[in-house]
C-alpha cells in the first residue's frame, strides 16, 4: 500500500513537473502546426414544441484551443513618465498594489444563414437568450445580439414575437462558443442546438429551408487598461528620407517635414501623452481629447511621418466620442486574417448584384476567371478565388402569352458560384467596402486602431519600436541574405522555416518572401519611401536571372505552385502565407509572431484595415455591429461606408508581405500609422494585394 502510494505520488509529481514547464500564461501563442479553421458539420434541424421556433444542431470542432488564467505584476503594466508632471515620488516607484489578474480565451463565432427553395440567402435570428441553446459537456455560450434592444411595441425586427424576447433584449446573431474552463487541446463538440426564431423569419417549414453554419475563429481581449504608443523618440542622426514629389516618385503631394526631406523612420505619428515622449494610458472609454499639450491627451506627434496629416496637433484639438470603441472594454478579435475559404463562402450567399460589388470580373464572367487578382501588375500576386459556376445576368425577356398577348418579363440574376484553391491562404486584395459589408454580412464590426494596439500589446508597458510579439527585431533579421525555404506550398502544412535549420521566421514580409527586382533603380531607404503608397512595379523580365520558385497553374498568371522546396535566394515568392502558419506545438510568442492575447499575423502577412481616430469620418464610428446583411450597420454613419472618405477613414496599421527594405519592416510596428489606404472605396486598387480583413465584436457583457 505504502509503496503503491510513493509510486502514485512520484507519476502527480512527474506530471506536475511537465505541466509546470509549460507555463499556462504561453498556451495562447501555439497552434497545430497547420491550417486549423473551424469545423462544422452534422447540420440539422428539427421542429420545437414552441411555435414559430425550431432547432438547429450540428458539430463543432477545431484541433487547437485553449483558456487560461495568469497573473501581470505591478511592474510590467506600470509606466513611469518622464513628463514633470508625474516627477513624484509616488509617482516614481511601485505602489505595492496587487497583480493584475487576466483571462483569455480563443472562441467561434457562430451565425446560420438560410435560404427557402427560390429564395436568396438570409440571416437567421436567433433566440436572445443563452440558456434556450444547448452545448454540451466542457463548452460555453454567450449571444451575440443586435444593437437595436426591444421595446414595447417596436421589435427588431419588426415581425419578431415580443413574447419571444421580452422588453429590453435584442435580436440574436450569433453566438460565441468556447470552453469553460482552463485548459487547452483540442474541441470537438456534438450535438450544439442554436434556437432559430424561424418565424420571426417568415419561414412556416423549417425543414425546407437549407441552412448553412458558419463559424470564425476569434480571441477574447478582457476588459483593461492598456497603453497607447510605444514611447518611440525621435533619434537626432536619423537620415531624412527623400521628397516624394520629386523625380521618378510619380509626384504624390505628400506633406514635407523640411527642405526636400518629409520624414524619418522612427517617428510615424506614434500615439502619445499630449506633446511629450511617453506613451498615452487608456483608461475607459469615456470622450477622449485628441490634441493639445496636456499629458491626459493622446497626440500624434503632430502627423510627423504620415502621408495625410490628421486634423489635430499639439495646437489644434478634436473630441473622439465616447461611442468610439477605443479597446477599454472587453471585445473579440478574429485570431487570423480572413482566409480565401471564408471570403468564397461570403460570396457564395451574395446576390449577383452583390457579388459585383466584392470581385473585380462580373459574375457572369467564364469558368475560371480570376475575381480578386485578374491581370495588370496584380497577375503575379497569390489569389485562386476563380469562378466554378458562372452568374447569369438576366433582361427583360418579351414573350407571348398563351392568349397572343406580347408581354415583357423580368427574370431574376442568377449568381455565380466561386470555388478557391488555395482555402487556407489569407485572403488579399481586400477593400473597404469589403470590410463594411463583410462586417455587415457577419454581425461584427471593424477593429479601430485603438483596439488594434490593444489586441497587440495587452496591458503591459510598452517597449519603443516594438512588433506585435513585443520585441524590437524581427526574427533572423539581423543577419543578411538569410535563406528560407517555402514548404508544403498550397497544403493546410504550408510553412517557412530557415535554411539554415529551425522554425526561426515570425514575420511575412520580404525578408521572408524574398525581395523582387525593382524598376526604380533606388536605394532601399528611397524606394521604400515611394512604395508607402503604391508598392513598387516589379520587373517583369529576367533581371539577376531568377528562376520563378512558384510557378503558373492559370495561363497568364503567375501563381502559387507545389514544390516542396523552394528558398528566397532563388525567386520572388509572392505572399500571403496561410493562417496560423508560424504557430505550433512548441511555438513562443515570439516564434509564432503572436500578440499578447495569442492573435495571430497582427505584424505582417497582410494589411489590418482600422477605423482611425484621425479624421472626421472615422471617428463617426459609433461601434455598432453588423445586422447579418451585407452592407453597413446604420450607426457607422453614410461616411465610413461612402467611398469618397474611406481613405480617411480607414488606415493601415501592421504592415504586408509587401514590405520590404531594411527601413519598409518597419511599418510591421505595433505603433507605426505611417500609411493608408489609398485604394478604398468602391474601387479594387491594385496595390491592395496586400491588404487584409479582420473583424471585431464588442464581447457580451
Not at 505595492?96 to 427560390?118: I, S, T, Y
Not at 493639445?292 to 502627423?303: R, Y
Request: charged residues 20%.
Amino acid at each position: 500500500m505504502k509503496n503503491a502510494l510513493l509510486m502514485s505520488i512520484g507519476l502527480w509529481l512527474v506530471a506536475f513537473s511537465a505541466h509546470a514547464a509549460e507555463k499556462p500564461a504561453d498556451w495562447r501563442f501555439k497552434g497545430s502546426g497547420k491550417a486549423d479553421p473551424i469545423r462544422i458539420g452534422n447540420v440539422r434541424v428539427t421542429n420545437s414544441p414552441t411555435a414559430g421556433q425550431s432547432a438547429i444542431a450540428f458539430d463543432l470542432a477545431w484541433d487547437y484551443s485553449w483558456r487560461e488564467a495568469w497573473e501581470v505584476p505591478e511592474q510590467e503594466s506600470a509606466l513611469f513618465y518622464s513628463h514633470e508632471m508625474y516627477n513624484r515620488a509616488q509617482d516614481q516607484k511601485w505602489g505595492g498594489k496587487p497583480p493584475l489578474k487576466l483571462e483569455n480565451w480563443d472562441a467561434a463565432w457562430v451565425f446560420v444563414k438560410f435560404r427557402v427553395p427560390g429564395g436568396l440567402w438570409r440571416h437567421a435570428t436567433l433566440s436572445p437568450l443563452a440558456s434556450d441553446h444547448g452545448t454540451p459537456a466542457g463548452a460555453a455560450l454567450d449571444v451575440g445580439l443586435d444593437d437595436n434592444p426591444v421595446s414595447d411595441g417596436n421589435a427588431s425586427p419588426a415581425s419578431l414575437p415580443q413574447a419571444a424576447l421580452g422588453a429590453g433584449a435584442g435580436r440574436g446573431l450569433g453566438v460565441f462558443v468556447y470552453r469553460d474552463s482552463i485548459g487547452k487541446g483540442t474541441n470537438d463538440w456534438k450535438g450544439l442546438e442554436l434556437r432559430w426564431l424561424n418565424g420571426a423569419d417568415g419561414v412556416s417549414d423549417p425543414a425546407a429551408a437549407e441552412i448553412r453554419v458558419f463559424g470564425l475563429k476569434m480571441v477574447y481581449v478582457p476588459r483593461g487598461a492598456f497603453w497607447a504608443g510605444d514611447g518611440a523618440v525621435p533619434n537626432p542622426g536619423a537620415k531624412f528620407l527623400p521628397d516624394p514629389t520629386g523625380p521618378g516618385f510619380g509626384g504624390e503631394q505628400w506633406p514635407l517635414r523640411g527642405t526636400g526631406a518629409w520624414r524619418t523612420w522612427d517617428i510615424c505619428a506614434q500615439f502619445q501623452a499630449g506633446d511629450t515622449s511617453d506613451p498615452l494610458r487608456i483608461q475607459s472609454e469615456d470622450v477622449l481629447t485628441l490634441g493639445g499639450t496636456g499629458v491626459a491627451n493622446l497626440g500624434n506627434h503632430n502627423s510627423w511621418g504620415l502621408q495625410l496629416s490628421e486634423d489635430f496637433s499639439s495646437w489644434v484639438t478634436q473630441q473622439l466620442p465616447a461611442k468610439f470603441p477605443k479597446g477599454f472594454a472587453a471585445f473579440y478579435c478574429m485570431r487570423t486574417e480572413l482566409t480565401e475559404g471564408q471570403y468564397v463562402d461570403f460570396l457564395n450567399t451574395l446576390a449577383y448584384e452583390q457579388q459585383k460589388k466584392h470581385t473585380t470580373p462580373p459574375p457572369d464572367s467564364p469558368v475560371g476567371t480570376r475575381c480578386l487578382c485578374n491581370g495588370g501588375r496584380m497577375k503575379r500576386c497569390r489569389n485562386s478565388i476563380s469562378i466554378a459556376v458562372p452568374g447569369i445576368q438576366r433582361v427583360e425577356e418579351r414573350v407571348t402569352r398563351s392568349d397572343g398577348v406580347v408581354a415583357s418579363v423580368s427574370r431574376p440574376n442568377m449568381p455565380a458560384v466561386y470555388k478557391t484553391d488555395a482555402p487556407h491562404a489569407a485572403c488579399g486584395h481586400i477593400i473597404t467596402l469589403d470590410v463594411i459589408d463583410y462586417a455587415g454580412w457577419a454581425g461584427l464590426r471593424p477593429m479601430t486602431e485603438l483596439e488594434y494596439e490593444k489586441a497587440c500589446r495587452g496591458p503591459v508597458r510598452p517597449v519603443p519600436d516594438e512588433y506585435a510579439w513585443g520585441g524590437k527585431g524581427i526574427a533572423n533579421d539581423s543577419e543578411a541574405a538569410v535563406l528560407y525555404e517555402a514548404r508544403n506550398v498550397g497544403k493546410p502544412d504550408e510553412r517557412f522555416v530557415s535554411a539554415r535549420g529551425g522554425d526561426s521566421c515570425n514575420a511575412v514580409w520580404w525578408g521572408t518572401l524574398g525581395r523582387p527586382t525593382r524598376r526604380t533603380g533606388l536605394s532601399d531607404a528611397d524606394a521604400a519611401a515611394a512604395s508607402l503608397q503604391a508598392e513598387p512595379e516589379l520587373d517583369d523580365g529576367k533581371a539577376g536571372e531568377k528562376p520563378a520558385a512558384l510557378r503558373e497553374d492559370y495561363p497568364g498568371d503567375e501563381e502559387i505552385g507545389q514544390e516542396s522546396t523552394q528558398t528566397n535566394q532563388a525567386a520572388e515568392f509572392f505572399g500571403p502565407l496561410r493562417a496560423e502558419v508560424f504557430a505550433g506545438p512548441h511555438s513562443t510568442r515570439t516564434s509564432s509572431g503572436a500578440s499578447y492575447w495569442g492573435i495571430l499575423e497582427m505584424s505582417g502577412n497582410l494589411w489590418e484595415q482600422t477605423i482611425t481616430v484621425g479624421s472626421k469620418a472615422g471617428r463617426r464610428f459609433d461601434g455598432t455591429h453588423g445586422r447579418g446583411v451585407p452592407e453597413p450597420s446604420p450607426g457607422w454613419r453614410p461616411a465610413v461606408g461612402d467611398s469618397s472618405s474611406n481613405v480617411r477613414a480607414f488606415r493601415l496599421r501592421g504592415g504586408g508581405f509587401g514590405s520590404w527594405g531594411d527601413k519598409q519592416k518597419e511599418q510591421l510596428r505595433t505603433s507605426d500609422r505611417a500609411a493608408y489606404f489609398g485604394g478604398g472605396g468602391n474601387g479594387r486598387a491594385e496595390g491592395g494585394k496586400t491588404v487584409g480583413l479582420r473583424c471585431v465584436r464588442t464581447a457580451p457583457q
